[in-house]
């Protein structure tokens, strides 16, 4: 079996780091747009993403989501699973998500990350509404707004990561 650690990056890896402690560029959805090949590029860190959360590896549980920062990537581009450990599981992508509104209650909940490996998942508070604003892979723009039920507490992760920010800042 893959191990986790041979695909993620991981804070005890120096050469990791500027990946996990630094802003993600956006797509330039202009060139998404206008160049196919501009546009293959993207859709294959798409994949790429896509397929490390699916594809289960020893050392870690399948991820609730994934950023590009523990992709090792450096697009600004996140996934949440949908219908995790379901038959019809798939990845939702969303393309320079930024979070455009915080709503509903600040909800204590625990969290761990692929990136750190924490022995004890660690408290925080997050959000039980978001509103995201994000392109998806045909590159339609969506203002959406998403619950705890819909993966409002997964999507503050990942967009977290790709700012640079871990859990163990808060
Ligand atoms: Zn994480």
Redesign the pocket.
């Known amino acids: 079996m893959k191990k986790h650690e041979d695909y993620i990056t991981h804070i005890n890896n120096s050469e990791d780091n500027v990946y996990l402690k630094s802003k993600h560029f956006p797509v330039n959805m202009r060139l998404f747009q206008t160049s196919p090949e501009y546009k293959n590029i993207i859709l294959q860190q798409c994949n790429y993403i896509r397929e490390l959360c699916l594809d289960v590896k020893e050392g870690y549980k399948k991820p609730h989501g994934m ?1 590009s920062a ?1 992709a090792g990537l450096a697009f600004n581009i996140i996934k949440i699973t949908k219908n995790r450990l379901q038959d019809n599981e798939y990845c939702k992508i969303l393309i320079n998500p930024r979070i455009v509104e915080y709503m509903g209650d600040l909800v204590e909940t625990t969290s761990n ?4 490996t924490l022995e004890n998942s660690i408290k925080l508070k997050r959000s039980s509404e978001i509103i995201v604003n994000y392109f998806d892979e045909k590159g339609n723009e969506f203002v959406e707004l998403f619950t705890r039920e819909t993966g409002a507490f997964t999507i503050q ?2 967009v977290d ?1 790709n700012l640079g920010i ?2 163990t800042d808060y």
Not at 113 to 116: E, L, R, V
């Open positions: 950023s523990n990350c692929g990136s750190i992760h990942e990561h871990l859990i």
